[in-house]
């Protein structure tokens, strides 16, 4: 199995500019979780999904951010508009069941300037 | 309010020394896992623990759980550069869908 496939590794916006992060979870897996990575505010969960169903996202920013699950294998996190606070790496992970062990992506390394 | 408390959060130390790192939160937790994370790189699943008592190995690395201190320790035996690593602690609260990590520790080993 591949793991976890985010895409873009990498992304350079500006500010007021739409970002898309996608995730590919791992076959099999019923559970996705969105995180965020900052030097000031550590890891934070920002939103995670059972069987494509958002079940918590209290995580989430604010209103700018919104994530969807379409299909088992493919979610979305998008930022609109984007502001240089929300620079950060966003990871996305996956579990077999929400209690398992979770399974990280590379992450997305976005930087809005 | 779920709060997780890592420490040390920075530790260098020489080989072959052994440390342990500490992690407390505050409320009961359904598990609490490790994970590390090598500089740039995604976060690795090292230890998840379930219940009181539990204890496991992998390693140099040992885990261990004791819900009635809220207390996790990670137990580094004889330690190599290698090891060498952010090192995380999240706590799971199941009943809130709460899943909480601690900052880190940062764990530099002198060769």
């Known amino acids: 199995d591949a793991g976890v496939i985010q895409s873009p590794r990498h992304e350079v916006t500006e500010m007021g500019q739409e970002v898309t992060l996608r995730c590919k979870p791992i076959?099999?897996?019923?559970?996705l979780f969105w995180y965020r990575q900052t030097m000031m505010r550590g890891l934070e969960l920002l939103i995670y999904f059972n069987n494509n169903v958002p079940i918590d996202d209290s995580g989430m920013p604010e209103d700018r951010f919104s994530a969807k699950m379409p299909n088992a294998s493919f979610s979305t996190l998008k930022i609109q508009p984007s502001e240089p606070r929300d620079s950060a790496v966003y990871f996305c992970?996956?579990?077999?069941?929400?209690?398992?062990?979770?399974?990280f992506g590379p992450g997305t390394r976005l930087l809005v300037l | 309010e779920l709060k997780v408390e890592q420490n040390p959060l920075f530790l260098s130390m020489q080989e072959g020394k052994n440390y342990t790192i500490y992690c407390n939160y505050s409320?009961?937790?359904?598990?609490l896992y490790w994970y590390r994370q090598d500089p740039g790189k995604s976060l690795e699943s090292l230890f998840v623990l379930l219940s009181n008592g539990a204890v496991k190995q992998e390693g140099r690395l040992m885990a261990s759980l004791d819900t009635k201190a809220r207390l996790s320790t990670l137990h580094i035996t004889a330690a190599v550069h290698d090891l060498s690593a952010t090192y995380f602690c999240a706590v799971d609260k199941n009943r809130d869908d709460k899943i909480i990590f601690g900052k880190g520790t940062r764990l530099h080993i002198l060769p």
């Open positions: 076959s099999g897996h019923n559970s």
């Open positions: 992970a996956s579990s077999f069941l929400r209690q398992e062990t979770q399974y």
């Open positions: 409320t009961t937790s359904d598990r």
